[in-house]
């Protein structure tokens, strides 16, 4: 079976697809340092959108989400972006917990599993 990286870089690829799944990886505000956790999820969530995209999918296909949060007081925040995003009656499993990311200017990283349409 084969596998289809996308944005492939030395250390990472941003997506890959194996099968009928694309996984991406964690996903940070790259164009939103330091900007409000809402600001940064709906960066984050745009960058999302466009890998599904290159995929061959979109968000109404998602299947999992993990979530993390710098700060747990930003939970109602992100929630807020995250809601207006997702597809009615399509949400995927998911899991929000708090953990220090690997850049300070980060508060928000999110990883999602689709199927591919």
């Known amino acids: 079976m084969p596998i289809k990286r996308i944005q492939v870089g030395d250390r990472m690829s941003q997506a890959v697809v194996h099968g009928d799944l694309v996984y991406t990886a964690g996903q940070v505000a790259r164009d939103a340092p330091g900007e409000s956790a809402a600001n940064q999820t709906t960066c984050i969530l745009n960058q999302i959108d466009a890998l599904l995209q290159e995929a061959g999918t979109d968000k109404s296909r998602l299947i999992s989400a993990t979530i993390w949060l ?41 990883a999602i599993i689709a199927a591919v349409s």
């Open 70 to 110: 710098s700060d747990m007081a930003t939970f109602a925040e992100m929630n807020e972006v995250w809601d207006a995003w997702v597809t009615p009656g399509q949400s995927p499993a998911r899991a929000c917990v708090e953990a220090k990311l690997a850049a300070s200017q980060f508060t928000v990283e999110i």
